[in-house]
């Protein structure tokens, strides 16, 4: 069982930055494969990025590449995603996702991840 507690989120301005935090407590095994996904009302959620701890692989959105970074801490067994250059089209609520399986690290929409959290929600005005 794994619990993942999100941070980070908040509003800023167009251009801005923020960094989310997914902290994941449990069996170290049953988050191999760690990462961000966001929604916004009324459309289907969307991969941002993930990581795949062991081999440390990541793969991004193509709406985020060059601006997003994902990246890990295994002695806090904490991943992170920083957000540079937002636009208003960033704007959703950002959800870790962690899932044991390896073949499951993608981005694609419809992936399925075993574990949640409950979401941060991240605001980009204009």
């Known amino acids: 069982q794994v619990q993942l507690e999100e941070s980070g989120g908040g509003s800023v301005q167009a251009g801005g930055s923020l960094r989310l935090s997914c902290a994941a407590s449990g069996s170290r095994h049953s988050s191999n494969c760690m990462g961000w996904f966001r929604q916004v009302p009324g459309k289907e959620r969307e991969g941002v990025a993930v990581?795949?701890?062991?081999?440390?692989?990541?793969y991004y959105a193509d709406s985020v590449k060059g601006r997003f970074t994902i990246s890990q801490d295994n002695d806090k067994n904490t991943v992170y995603l920083q957000m540079n250059s937002l636009k208003p089209e960033d704007t959703a609520m950002y959800y870790c996702?962690?899932?044991?399986?390896?073949?499951?690290?993608?981005?694609?929409?419809?992936?399925?991840?075993?574990?949640w959290g409950q979401g941060t929600q991240v605001t980009v005005s204009s």
């Open positions: 996702v962690a899932d044991p399986t390896p073949r499951r690290c993608t981005v694609v929409p419809g992936a399925e991840y075993t574990y």
């Open positions: 990581i795949y701890r062991l081999g440390g692989d990541k």
